[in-house]
């Protein structure tokens, strides 16, 4: 591969790589909601992109080299926490972001795709626990200010909290098939902080 | 479609049906162990289950076809709860055998091709959701026992405190790949047992 691979981080926002590449990842996932993972196909979404097919196979050179990239680029733009200032308010507020992306139309089919990709190729999962962990750690403070306050146990895992609220939301997704409503969402969230006020997620238990 | 499909629940144990099925599904699940989803190839699984490769496309017709079949059997096989007289010591034994299960080096590889294939065709996906119901119908009582004895909240609704117990493991297979160990699966009984004592799951909150 030559020097035209795309690595996160290294594209100058605004040039001409930076905007074939929201092109690119743009018909990505544009193919995803339409097609799913199985549909995905690099002259399709070229020809989506009004992208020359070369430029897509030079750069990203497969189905995962795209998913990967669409998941990076994911974590790139990931949108700040939202900080209400008590603990219960904060994580209802990411479990309620998280149903909300997961049963979203366009979004729900991309993260499948994200996930599925990632079970086959571990680049694509490399680039997933990237994703996780900018997201958790965007979240955890929320975790740590509750400590801070005495409202949570010292010493409690503030990732394992945050992983806690959206693990059941991605059980729905994935397994249950079960809603992603703000029920489940809320019912989460109140899960996660009750079982970290009992001291479930301290550290050395 | 002709009359040699096979519906879960029709075929005759120690027949030759039912022979032919059980190579297939083992050899199937080899295949995944070896190669994972995207190595599966319906001719090698003939090969592998020394079933005539007609024969398997005749009765499975796909890569799908031979998963969903394949969930379909785990859930036909599934193994009895354990019984510990307490709900913790229930709990526990359910989150040590699905942490036990995804750890797995050939069950590990199953799971994670049935989800990555459930995100891009409906059968398996129905397939999926059927052994999940299984599974938590299985350990649905020790909840309701807990109920019966006080040690819940009347009303506690029992699958989410199954579903509760899985979803942390899942989580960790899937998503953060974080190690599926016994830690992992006592933290995920304590704290579906502690929000569950809490009236989490309690129905009509």
């Given at each position: 591969m030559g020097s035209d691979v795309v690595e996160p981080g290294t594209v100058r926002p605004g040039g001409r790589t930076a905007r074939v590449r929201a092109s690119v990842l743009q018909a990505t996932g544009d193919a995803i909601a339409e097609h799913g993972l199985i549909g995905l196909d690099l002259a399709d979404v070229a020809a989506r992109a009004e992208?020359?097919?070369?430029?897509?196979?030079r750069r990203w050179s497969?189905?995962?080299?795209l998913?990967?990239?669409?998941?990076?680029?994911?974590?790139?733009d990931s949108s700040p926490r939202t900080d209400t200032g008590?603990?219960?308010?904060?994580?209802?507020?990411?479990?309620?972001?998280?149903?909300t992306t997961l049963a979203d139309p366009r979004q729900g089919p991309v993260f499948k795709a994200v996930i599925a990709a990632a079970t086959c190729d571990d680049r694509t999962a490399e680039a997933?626990?990237?994703f996780y962990d900018v997201?958790?750690?965007?979240?955890?403070p929320c975790v740590t200010q509750a400590v801070a306050r005495g409202d949570l146990p010292a010493g409690t895992d503030a990732r394992e909290v945050i992983a806690a609220v959206s693990a059941p939301l991605y059980y729905r997704l994935l397994a249950s098939g079960a809603p992603l409503d703000e029920a489940a969402?809320?019912?989460?969230a109140e899960a996660a902080i009750?079982?970290?006020?009992?001291?479930?997620?301290?550290?050395?238990?």
């Open positions: 992208v020359g097919k070369t430029t897509v196979y497969s189905t995962y080299g998913i990967a990239d669409l998941i990076a680029s994911m974590a790139e008590s603990l219960e308010g904060d994580l209802k507020a990411n479990a309620r972001l998280v149903a997933l626990r990237r997201r958790i750690a965007e979240w955890a969402a809320d019912r989460a009750v079982a970290a006020r009992a001291g479930v997620y301290a550290r050395g238990r």
